[in-house]
């Protein structure tokens, strides 16, 4: 009798490679870019305020975007519409902060949300392939 063979896990292809490496700099950016503005380039007091805390939702998703788990990518692609309307918002009217500013955040999170968007389709589409 023979012992079954051990399923060999299934690399994959190296565009989701850099779809994630995509997702976790934008990620990492975004989180870079809310401390900064809320500390440093425009906070709404001097020395910074507690808004500086909104990054905190963004720093959990990076285990899972760094493990390739789809449900993480899914999630994550509904929950940076919130930090997109924010920078549309402050684009639109705050006055404390550069117009840069929330250009730069609008920007970061449209190029996530297509990461995701992308990894998701790509790692449906390559699954259909694989079965």
């Keep these: 009798m023979q012992s079954p063979s051990p399923i060999a896990p299934v690399a994959p292809p ?6 994630r490496a ?5 990620l990492l950016a975004l989180v ?3 401390l ?3 500390l440093v380039l425009a ?3 001097p020395g ?10 963004l720093c959990v998703p990076l285990a899972g975007l760094l493990r390739h788990r789809m449900y993480t990518y899914r999630w994550l692609s509904l929950l940076v519409w919130l930090y997109f309307i924010e920078g549309v918002m ?13 250009l730069l955040e ?13 990894h998701v389709r790509t790692r449906l589409g390559w699954g259909r392939k694989t079965t």
């Design 22 to 26: 995509v997702a976790v700099a934008s």
């Design 48 to 57: 910074g305020t507690l808004l500086a805390l909104k990054v905190l939702p």
């Design 106 to 118: 609008i920007a970061l999170c449209l190029v996530l949300f297509g990461a995701c968007a992308l």
């Design 32 to 34: 870079v870019l809310g």
């Design 90 to 102: 402050r684009a639109w009217n705050d006055p404390v902060a550069p117009r840069w500013l929330p």
């Design 43 to 45: 906070p709404l007091r």
């Design 36 to 38: 900064a503005w809320e």
């Design 14 to 19: 190296p565009q989701l490679q850099a779809i």
